[in-house]
Each structure stands twice: as C-alpha cells, then as structure tokens.
C-alpha cells in the first residue's frame, strides 16, 4: 500500500522557519501533482500550497504567499515547503497530498501529517 | 474565493442508519467536487470525486450526488467505522476549498 510520510514538524518561536519533507513512493514519475493541506488545533482542513507534475506551476494560499515556498526533488521522491517567517496562526498538522487522476486537484492519497507548534 | 458550506455541523446517526450530509458551494463548481473522511490521528481519505465518483476501495455505502452549487455524500446504512468527519472540497477554482465538516457521531 502506498503512503505518503511527512516530517520536519516541531516547536518554533514566531519569525523563524523550518521546512517540511514528504516522500512520496514513486514521485519520480514526476506526473504527480502534490499539494500540502493543514488543519489547525479544533479547526477544519485548510489547503495550503501546490505544485504541478514537471513543477512548472505553484499555487499558494493568500495566507502564506510570499512566506511559503513548495517544490519537489523527484530524484529522491521528496515533496518540500519551506515555511519563513512563521506565525503563530500557522500552528496546525500540515499534511501532504497527491493530485488526482487526470491533473484533477482534488485529493486522492494523504499523510498523516506532522506537527508544527509554537512555543510561548 | 469559493465558499463551501457543509450542513449539518454535526449529524446524531445509530449504526445501521441513513446519513445524508450536505454540501453548497457558493458559485457553480460544476462536478468538481470530493467528499473525504477524516478520523483523529489518521490521514484524511477520499471518498468520492467528480460529485458522484467513489474511489478505489470505497464501499457501495457511499455514494455522492449534485452538481452546480448543491451536493450530497449519502451514507446507506452506517457501520461502526464510519464514525468520522467528512468534508467536502470544491477544485473547481484556485484557491481550492474545503467545507468546515460534518462530524457523524453515534446516537
């Protein structure tokens, strides 16, 4: 069974930054497209970023544009977002997702997520 | 920005039962619409795609209708996995959206 893997989750003060990773089983491919969803603490499911197979086009939401920065290395099947000047408001699970069929963007394939929580 | 709108907010059911959850969105999105089930603790899984297209493994149970603004996810007969929140999400405009769920809990 195909899973996806997050990781590079953890404890941050506001203003710094981490990056995610994700691997993805077969990315090599590089038809996939990928995209990265988060779910705040008691809230619902809030998509984040994404990135075409070929990673010709990235779409980002308006809350993270210019902060965020997702790409892929399809050579070690690793899906990446960088996350710069984090805010407090960007504590949730951040899970990643591949692409449907037919370049399709809903979501057919999930993580279980990894965490990124701020420190008070 | 597409808005999505899931109904009820939380749904009472005993095992066995119909559940029938709903989801509009606030301009036509077509059939660009999934409905995915969402446990604590594990990853969201699809359910239905295209409104009306279960996906691989999804059992008969469920099933997905409408188009346009007003959308279905029916629940025939509920078995004890299916305790979760489901939500819908629309992928019919950037920036894709998702509905805020319906919690199903056992009555």
């Known amino acids: 069974e195909v899973q996806l893997l997050e990781s590079g989750g953890g404890l941050v003060q506001p203003g710094e930054s981490l990056r995610l990773s994700c691997a993805v089983p077969?990315?090599?491919?590089?038809?996939?497209?990928m995209s990265w969803v988060r779910q705040a603490p008691g809230k619902g499911l809030e998509w984040v970023s994404s990135?075409?197979?070929?990673?010709?086009?990235?779409y980002y939401a308006d809350s993270v544009k210019g902060r965020f920065t997702i790409s892929r290395d399809d050579s070690k099947n690793t899906l990446y977002l960088q996350m710069n000047s984090l805010r407090a408001e960007d504590t949730a699970v951040y899970y990643c997702?591949?692409?449907?069929?037919?370049?399709?963007?809903?979501?057919?394939?999930w993580g279980r997520g990894t965490l990124v929580t701020f420190s008070s | 920005e597409i808005v999505m709108t899931q109904s009820p907010a939380t749904l009472s059911v005993s095992p066995g039962e119909r559940a029938t959850l709903s989801c509009r969105a606030s301009?036509?999105?077509?059939?660009?619409l999934a409905w995915y089930q969402h446990k604590p603790g594990q990853a969201p899984r699809i359910l239905i795609y295209?409104?009306?297209s279960r996906a691989t493994g999804i059992p008969a149970r469920f099933s997905g209708s409408g188009s346009g603004t007003e959308f279905t996810l029916t629940i025939s007969s509920l078995q004890s996995e299916d305790f979760a929140v489901y939500y819908c999400?629309?992928?019919?405009?950037?920036?894709?959206?998702f509905g805020g769920g319906t919690k199903v809990e056992i009555k």
């Open positions: 997702a591949r692409g449907g069929v037919a370049h399709f963007w809903y979501f057919d394939l």
């Open positions: 077969g990315l090599t491919s590089s038809t996939y497209d």
């Open positions: 990135l075409s197979g070929g990673g010709r086009s990235t």
């Open positions: 301009q036509s999105i077509t059939s660009h």
């Open positions: 295209g409104a009306s």
């Open positions: 999400q629309q992928y019919s405009n950037w920036p894709l959206t």
